[in-house]
Nanobody, 121 residues
Framework: QVQLVESGGGLVQAGGSLRLSCAAS????????MGWYRQAPGKQRQFVAS???????NYADSVKGRFTISRDNAKNTVYLQMNSLKPEDAAVYYC???????????????WGQGTQVTVSS
């Protein structure tokens, strides 16, 4: 089995910062891309940021310059540093990893359970 466990969510005032972490564990051979998505009430899940195993990053326009994604390949962990938070950043944040469990296996998408981020104005 594979688990992605997020942590670091919470309540913060507008302009504040939070750092999310997501650790992948279980039977994992290799992880390709890792990323973060978010879903606000009544809205579809949307892309926030991603990072490849080589460290190439990509961001949604709405978070560029404020959020930074990073990863520790040795720990199978991805981070999201969120600065200058706005009320519109409030959502459940989900971790995503594309990984394979065996040397000959196919790459499969896995999701964490989500962590709530609340931003007060």
């Amino acid at each position: 089995q594979v688990q992605l466990v997020e942590s670091g969510g919470g309540l913060v005032q507008a302009g504040g910062s939070l750092r999310l972490s997501c650790a992948a564990s279980g039977s994992i051979f290799s992880i390709n891309g890792m990323g973060w998505y978010r879903q606000a009430p009544g809205k579809q899940r949307q892309f926030v940021a991603s990072i490849t195993s080589a460290g190439t990053t990509n961001y949604a326009d709405s978070v560029k310059g404020r959020f930074t994604i990073s990863r520790d390949n040795a720990k199978n962990t991805v981070y999201l540093q969120m600065n200058s938070l706005k009320p519109e950043d409030a959502a459940v944040y989900y971790c995503n990893a594309v990984l394979r469990r065996t040397v000959g296996g196919i790459f499969t998408n896995y999701w964490g359970q989500g962590t709530q981020v609340t931003v007060s104005s």
